[in-house]
């Protein structure tokens, strides 16, 4: 999983737009996971499954805004 985090992390703001879109946003919810289960934060991995669901109604459009704003996704801190 860490490498999926790495290469997510490594893309240009504008594909990461477009892994915002509707359908698309589930990359974001596996990358909250790999990346809570890498840093073995167990809270997070439960956010980040229940964020599987929240992705197809908000949370998409929460990831579109922050990325736009911050080149990144909404999520919490973990650095």
Known sequence: MDNYVKWMDG?????KIILC???????????????A???QN???MVLG?????AAGTVGW???LVWIILN?????FRED
């Open 11 to 15: 893309h240009s703001r504008l594909v």
């Open 21 to 35: 879109i509707w359908i698309l946003d589930i990359t974001w919810a596996v990358y909250r996971i790999g990346r």
């Open 37 to 39: 289960a890498s840093k």
């Open 42 to 44: 167990w809270l997070h």
């Open 49 to 53: 499954i229940l964020w599987v669901i």
């Open 61 to 63: 459009v929460l990831d």
């Open 71 to 75: 080149n990144r996704i909404f999520w």
